[in-house]
């Protein structure tokens, strides 16, 4: 059985859905990085990026994706529980969005394909991933969710794995009706779930790099320009670098 | 509303960092890690050379970007604006430690102590503390001011240059002060431009404001640099 959402709703209806899921991620993209600014990350991006050399940049930022995404060094250190089913998210997450991209790529007319082709393999086992750590975070959703948002994001991110798992079978087993609902379900949370992100627990994958990559970028690019002169002399990080700032603050404040 | 924080009067701050200890022997925390510090700036040159004290804490901001960035949602607000960190949920991510533009986090890996056989008093705040590493700062003595006491530091400071009160209450010690002691002088905070709005205000040191204006007069009319 093929799926086409065109067989189910007006085209005008499914631009207009797309089209407001759009503007609530621009929306959300732009209030964070809104707020990113004002951490300084831009400035100290654009600060690394005009002292320091390419290869340089390329080197620190592959060096902090390795270290925080493939060792994931300073992700999550109190439970190996926690860390298990954080990563086990991550991951199915990672799996079933190259699982869509492929389908997307190979099969843009979705037709049915076989359990064992390839973008299959991937997104199964990536929403097998989704679903192990989802149970483990909703079964502690009181503990790790402090905003409600956040609870929203992963119970979205839970019926993505269910309702794509059911559709998978009832496209297989169940009537028309039945598939047609379940997938409606599953876009409609995927959508919600995008459209959400910028306002969820969901952004920290990119806050979160992005942070204590500028911050390491900062700190080349501050010992390339002879503000910090001997590392040695800063050993707890930018600690001691902000601490100056805030002195040079306030003689800036005496002068004017 | 009530807005907690803290007016620190640079006009009296000797650099003694009584409250560095106090702050210390309050929250008992391991070694490298102080709440509440003095960061000392020598200026001009001999004859004419001045020393600055700037007494330093986490700001309590009203837009913590420590609190923005968590992914855990560990640190939070309360409704008298003390932002705290609760230790259990803490995952260990250190964004926070970045994110705060007044680097007053701290991320100590490992929990060493002072003394190789740790003192009782070390012993004490080991087993206090819930779950170690986590993110660590200032919690502006919450345990002291529910139970009607000024935070540590405030207590110590023999030239009485921190004042802790309620921002929104006219008749708080703060605003009091500004009223009776400092009626000119207008409050700034540290870092306007991070955009934090941060609820620890400080007051100028009027003597250094002259000799710092006075070394940028002569150093422009020297043509140099002060």
Not at chain 2, 9 to 22: E, P, S
């Amino acid at each position: 059985m093929s799926l086409r959402l065109t067989d189910f709703y007006p085209v005008w209806f499914i631009d207009l859905a797309a089209a407001v899921t759009v503007v609530f991620i621009a929306a959300g993209v732009a209030y964070r990085m809104l707020e990113l600014r004002r951490i300084g990350v831009f400035t100290h991006m654009a600060e690394a990026a005009r002292r320091l050399s390419p290869t340089t940049l390329a080197t620190a930022i592959l060096s902090e994706l390795f270290s925080r995404v493939v060792m994931t060094r300073g992700v999550i250190t109190d439970s190996r529980w926690r860390w298990s089913a954080h990563y086990s998210q991550f991951a199915g997450f990672i799996l079933c969005a190259i699982a869509t991209t492929l389908v997307y790529i190979y099969y843009p007319t979705a037709e049915p394909r076989h359990f064992t082709a390839i973008p299959k393999i991937i997104g199964n086992i990536g929403g097998i991933l989704l679903l192990v750590g989802g149970v483990y975070f909703l079964l502690r959703l009181s503990k790790w969710s402090r905003r409600p948002v956040d609870a929203v994001f992963t119970a979205l991110l839970f019926t993505v794995a269910v309702t794509g798992f059911g559709t998978q079978f009832a496209r297989v087993s169940g009537g028309a009706s039945v598939t047609f609902w379940i997938y409606t379900a599953h876009l409609v949370s995927v959508a919600a779930l995008l459209a959400s992100a910028p306002f969820t627990r969901f952004f920290h994958a990119v806050q979160t790099p992005l942070i204590r990559l500028s911050e390491r970028l900062y700190m080349l690019a501050s010992v390339k320009s002879g503000a910090l002169t001997v590392l040695k002399q800063y050993p707890e990080g930018t600690r001691s670098f902000k601490e100056e700032m805030l002195v040079e603050n306030l003689l800036e404040k005496y002068k004017s | 509303m009530t807005r907690l924080g803290m007016l620190i009067d640079l006009a009296y701050c000797i650099g003694c960092n009584a409250c560095t200890v106090a702050c210390k022997q309050e929250q008992g925390t391991p070694p490298g890690v102080m709440y509440a510090r003095v960061l000392v700036r020598e200026f001009g040159k001999y004859p004419r050379a001045g020393k600055i004290f700037l007494p330093i804490l986490c700001m309590h901001c009203e837009h913590p970007p420590c609190m923005k960035v968590c992914p855990s949602g560990a640190i939070t607000r309360t409704e008298d604006g003390v932002v705290l960190i609760n230790e259990e949920i803490c995952s260990g991510a250190q964004a926070c430690v970045t994110a705060c533009p007044y680097g007053a986090i701290f991320y100590p890996d490992t929990l060493h102590t002072y003394f190789e056989t740790p003192t009782p008093f070390e012993e004490y705040h080991i087993q206090r503390r819930r779950k170690f590493p986590t993110a660590m700062k200032c919690n502006l003595c919450i345990q002291r001011v529910r139970d009607g006491k000024d935070p540590a530091c405030v207590v110590t400071c023999p030239t009485d240059c921190r004042i802790f009160g309620d921002w929104d209450d006219p008749e708080s010690k703060i605003n009091k002060y500004l009223r009776e002691r400092r009626p000119v002088a207008e409050p700034f905070p540290l870092r306007p431009d991070a955009g934090t709005r941060p609820k620890v205000m400080y007051l100028p040191d009027t003597y250094a404001v002259k000799r710092v204006r006075w070394e940028v007069e002569l150093a422009a009319e020297r043509g140099g640099a002060v």
